[in-house]
């Protein structure tokens, strides 16, 4: 990516930037998410660990995973975009990347938020073998075909895109769940999962983004409407949409979460070929504000509904967008203005390759219970010997599984794998 720095006597040079600070941010929060997904359900863990319930009005480290991703996704489209555009793509073709893209997570969210509902005499697999097959599939489906490599080697990556196309599809037509009312049903939209609302935060905020070329007063402006639009939600306001609000929460979805990702992209913009933040010390205080005042908006409004990740509140979604860009503020100073990379080192892979680290925790699982199931045993004892235990015990072992999916990423992404959707 080109950007301008600014020295105090240089003028603007164009220099290639990549920054650190958000790879490491981004590995950072998914590695937090695989350590407090795997320390869920345990006993004796502090609260600071655990998601707070929908009538506590209050939020948890756990609770700001998920704005992490939807902030980190928000820095990452006007970076993404801008690199489009300067390999000369423009209007529909980046309108159409953003779809695709979409419509890859919102397959994917719905994908694997259909776990719980599995019936293996319905299907006619067990489900370790579905999912752990349907990921494999993922894995051949998006892998990243490097640009190095040769004719020969490009049409086999193809062809095995191929085959792994039509495995997802048929492993799709077979799939059967069931419900609690006992029905039988194919793949059901249920509430998106993760990958499902960031797919939709996602394409409403990069579609804001390019109507209003990378605006930021109408971005900071778009974040307040968003706002709104959750608050009017809660009391009646979008009811007219009757399905529509059914089918997808349009309050939630495109009001409060896509405002975390908006406020990401205000970030994202200062870091953009031409930006006039530049000089380090503009983009620290550039930060710093932004930060302050999310999370000053979030407190302020917080008698309205108060803070709760599970009704999505306007001032959560505000105090947590704030806090995400605090944080990437000081990983920004660290790794990018003080150059202390190695800080990060081991933690970058994971931030380069997040599909990979974010879908390894459920392959690693599904692989565990095929085995167990071969050789007639409990293989999670082998993985959990203290998932009963909990508290510290617990902890260690969820902080060693966590150590196994980083592990997994690294040696993997230097093999080459690299999943892009």
């Keep these: 990516m080109t950007t301008t720095s600014a020295g105090p006597t240089s ?163 077979i799939f059967r769940g069931q419900g609690e009312d006992g029905r039988v049903t194919m793949l059901q939209t249920s509430w998106w999962g993760i990958l499902g609302m960031i797919g939709w935060c996602y394409m409403a905020a990069s579609l804001l983004f390019l109507a209003c070329r990378g605006n930021r007063t109408v971005l900071a402006g778009a974040v307040g409407v968003m706002t709104a639009l959750y608050i009017g939600g809660r009391h009646g306001a979008l009811d007219f949409l009757g399905p529509v609000n059914d089918f997808i929460n349009v309050g939630s979805l495109f009001g409060s979460h896509a405002a975390i990702v908006t406020a990401g992209m205000l970030a994202g913009t200062i870091f953009l070929p031409g930006s006039d933040v530049t000089a380090p010390r503009l983009r620290i205080r550039f930060l710093a504000v932004l930060g302050g005042a999310l999370v000053l908006a979030g407190y302020v409004l917080r008698p309205l509904h108060g803070f709760s990740k599970i009704n999505g509140t306007e001032s959560y979604a505000l105090a947590t967008a704030g806090l995400c860009c605090l944080v990437f503020l000081l990983f920004y100073v660290v790794l990018d203005v003080y150059k202390g990379k190695k800080a990060a080192a081991a933690i970058i892979p994971a931030g380069k390759n997040p599909l990979l680290a974010y879908l390894l925790p459920g392959l690693i699982g599904n692989a565990a219970g095929l085995l167990g199931t071969l050789v007639h045993a409990n293989i999670d004892r082998v993985f959990w010997p203290f998932y009963g235990t909990g508290g510290i015990a617990g902890m260690l072992n969820a902080a060693v599984m966590t150590g196994v999916v980083l592990l997994l990423t690294t040696v993997l992404s230097r093999a080459g794998l690299r999943l892009k959707l």
């Design 11 to 173: 003028g603007l040079v164009p220099v290639k930037e990549r920054l650190t600070s958000l790879d490491a941010f981004r590995g950072f929060d998914i590695l937090t998410m695989v350590f407090v997904n795997y320390i869920a359900g345990m006993t004796a863990i502090p609260f600071i660990l655990r998601h707070a319930t929908a009538d506590q009005d209050v939020f948890t480290l756990t609770d700001v995973v998920f704005p992490g991703f939807l902030f980190i996704v928000g820095v990452s489209i006007p970076l993404a975009l801008a690199k489009r555009r300067a390999e000369g793509r423009a209007g529909l073709a980046l309108v159409s990347h953003v779809l695709v893209r979409t419509l890859a997570l919102l397959f994917l969210g719905v994908l694997l938020v259909n776990e719980d509902r599995f019936s293996a005499t319905a299907t006619g697999l067990s489900k370790d073998l579905w999912y752990f097959l349907a990921t494999l599939a993922v894995f051949g489906l998006w892998a990243v075909v490097p640009k190095e490599a040769s004719a020969k080697k490009r049409r086999f990556l193809l062809g095995l895109k191929i085959i792994a196309a039509v495995a997802l599809l048929v492993l799709v037509i």
